[in-house]
């Protein structure tokens, strides 16, 4: 099998994220923050080594910033609501601010707040999914109160030009939250220099980690904006009806998923080490390489086939950009071929998985769905290049 559904999970874990899974579960007997026994400070211990180092990774200024989620959609879904829903409760004029590339995680929590009385500009994009940083300081307003935007496509894989946004973000007073669902654990991310105010996360794409985890990056005093959408246990100020506001506590209600972070603890130093060690080179030779092979087989630049190739007909969302400026995750569409019959046939007679369908955006490629191919770090030259051949070839065939 080669596996390049890795925008949905990733596949397959490091054998040390199976291992930290089972050894937590097999070892650990407490609960963290709930005893004083040594099975809740082991507890306590594995999610402050995964706090860490998530941390750094994200080059964020203190390991307390890091909260952890159930998944990044709960982490979207904090940082969207708990920052809006506030404002709208003491009667203030709040505008949110999205692209039309953004996921369902973004789309719906957004929807959500519309309904309760904010106003929304999702900002078009290129082809591509690519936002220009005037098209956002143009739909910002007054009452603007959140901008939100994707790191990368999970669509097209073309990485925005955060940083920029970022920057006429703070020129106008208003907050950004980044959604690095598509980007954290392929490639470099710094929140400092990106300067964004809240950064989502999924613990199982790029960080290689279990389904079930996630999280949700404050700056430093940002997370008085932000209101708790959950309340509950923290086995701290248990004495208080009301919830801590010291940090991470304040977002981490509730018995947290503590063999979850085991592996994904193992998961984020496999990246640092692996991935972020070698400049995640590993990942960019695997996306050159397909890039390059669906070249000669008749693609050009712009990622349309040319007449009387293998390829006629076919065409990649957004283009072929180079491994430099984008994540490995390519949309694929066909003048006349169904992308679900060819997402089959490609699994079933060449053993290379892929997804087809929305993506949950429905709003990017025009609302068409396409087959979507994305790479992670354990996808190899040879996978890739014998990939990228299946792909043609099976479009070409049931042309």
Known sequence: ?????????????????????????????????????????????????????????????????????????????????????????????????????????????????????????????????????????????????LVVLNHASNVTGMVQRAAEIADACKSRGVP???????????????????????????????????????GLYFRPGFEDRVEPLRTGGTGTESESRTQPRAMPERFESGTINVAGLAGLDAGVRWVLREGAGGGFSRERRATAAFIARLRELGLDDSGRGEERSAAQELSVIGGLSPATLRVGTFAFVHDSVDVHQTAAMLESEHGVVTRAGLHCAPLAAGGRSTLRASFGPMVGVDDAVIAAGAIVEVFGAMA
Request: with cysteine; glycine share 10%; proline share 4%.
């Open 1 to 145: 099998m080669i596996y390049l559904d890795n925008a949905s999970t990733s596949f397959p874990k490091p054998p040390e994220v199976i291992e930290a899974v089972a050894r937590c579960l097999a070892e650990v007997s407490g609960s963290a923050g709930r005893g004083a026994h040594a099975g809740a400070r082991r507890a306590a211990k594995i999610i402050d080594s995964c706090r860490d180092a998530v941390a750094e990774l994200l080059d964020a200024e203190r390991a307390e910033s890091i909260v952890f989620t159930h998944n990044a959609t709960d982490a979207l879904n904090l940082a969207i609501r708990g920052v809006i829903e506030p404002l709208l409760r003491r009667g203030e004029s709040v505008h949110v601010v999205a692209s039309a590339f953004d996921h369902n995680s973004v789309l719906r929590p957004i929807e959500c707040v519309r309904s309760l009385g904010a106003s929304v500009t999702i900002v078009d994009a290129g082809e591509g999914g690519i936002v220009a940083p005037s098209a956002v300081c143009h739909a910002i307003r007054g009452d603007t109160r």
């Open 176 to 214: 950004l939250l980044l959604d690095a669902t598509q980007t954290l654990g392929h490639m470099a991310v710094s929140v400092r220099q990106l300067g964004v105010d809240l950064l989502a996360f999924s613990g199982h794409k790029g960080l290689l980690g279990p389904t079930g985890t996630g």
